[in-house]
């Protein structure tokens, strides 16, 4: 039996196409000069997924919003902003920290991310369940390596707590104040335990089906906590590409990150087939996600799915296909 479709079904046709019946929940946007087309495959246009690590997009944004309101600068540190102590992740710059640069870890070892990881490969549980003063424990042993690119979910987590004790606000105020509510984003939001899920927030599922809790948790919000619609989604890919949206300039790459890529704030710049595309994917235990944007050609696509394997050819393919004809 197929999925029931909603929105643009040619839009929602090619979703099923690219994604096959191994997703059989899913949604999709495109976004260009002409309009904005959105479409789910088993889900309504406002039912809520986990976007996964397009959070740090979001903290990206964040980071440059809060330079242009003078709140920070690149070279604050987390110790300024943060009650770290006395100890090596208090030197550690914000810029150095949006560009994944900071020689932090992926993980602190004090989270035991092994055991963490084998807990939710057998039994679907969250790994990322931390309070804030949670995480700044964990913190207080971390050795610092090189400041060369490693993706770091540590870093970001206390980039967006960073910014937000700089705001005094909590990190999930602090998206909904600047980036949610101007943008009209009513299906966003940063769930800190599974009590704050709205009513429509879906469950996610392992690639074979099995169910998955949902990540909530404080400290994970900042890089992979966030969760939306496709409606908003496509409500903040409009704004990225028309330049509205807060923080616009976290876009623009200031450094590299190897095999040709470049990032900014968190979005990461690389070249395909002599396009420029600034884009970036998530994954939670049982979602996936994909944003990408063709600045050149005023278009956009989003890909959200609630099953966890990976969509991001499907949004390189679609991104390509829409491009291309909205140059022709």
């Known amino acids: 039996m197929s999925p029931t479709t909603h929105g643009d079904q040619q839009l929602a046709t090619r979703l099923g196409e690219l994604l096959g019946p191994r997703r059989p929940v899913a949604a ?3 976004v260009t000069s002409r309009g904005v087309r959105v479409a789910g495959r088993g889900a309504g246009l406002d039912a809520d997924l986990e976007i996964g690590s397009i959070s740090k ?13 003078g709140e920070v600068d690149p070279g604050s540190t987390l110790g300024e902003l943060l009650p770290l102590g006395d100890v090596p992740a208090a030197a550690v710059r914000l810029d150095a920290l949006s560009t994944h640069r900071s020689g932090l870890p992926r993980l602190p070892r004090s989270a035991q991310p092994l055991r963490r990881s ?6 679907g549980t969250n790994p990322y369940g931390e309070d804030l003063p ?3 424990d964990q913190v207080r042993d971390v050795r610092l390596g090189r400041p060369t690119a490693v993706y770091s979910n540590l870093g970001f ?21 600047r980036i949610t509510t101007p943008l009209g984003m009513d299906h966003t939001y940063v769930p800190t335990r599974p009590e704050e899920l709205q009513e429509g927030a879906l469950a996610g599922t392992s690639r074979s089906g099995r169910p998955r809790e949902p990540w909530t948790g404080e400290a994970i919000g900042p890089a992979g906590g966030i969760r939306s619609s496709i409606t908003d989604m496509a409500r903040l890919t ?4 028309d330049g509205s949206c807060p923080g616009t300039a976290a876009l623009e790459p200031v450094a590299p990150l190897g095999r040709g890529a470049r990032i900014g704030a968190a979005w990461i710049t690389i070249e395909v087939k ?6 970036h994917n998530g994954g939670t235990g049982g979602f996936r996600s994909w944003i990408g944007l063709d600045r050149e050609a005023s278009t956009g696509v989003v ?6 394997a990976s969509v991001d050819r499907h949004g390189f393919a679609l991104l390509a296909e829409h491009a291309v004809n909205h140059d022709a």
Do not use: K, N
Not at 157 to 177: F, I, N, T
């Open 28 to 30: 999709a946007a495109v």
């Open 57 to 69: 997009g979001f903290t990206g944004l964040l980071y440059a919003d809060a330079i242009a309101r």
């Open 118 to 123: 084998i807990a939710l490969w057998w039994q």
């Open 134 to 136: 949670g995480l700044l």
């Open 157 to 177: 987590e206390l980039l967006g707590h960073a910014l937000a004790s700089a705001a005094h606000l909590p990190y999930a105020d602090m998206v909904r104040e």
């Open 238 to 241: 409009a704004a990225l590409l």
């Open 274 to 279: 002599g396009r420029s595309v600034v884009w």
């Open 303 to 308: 890909i959200l799915s609630a099953t966890s």
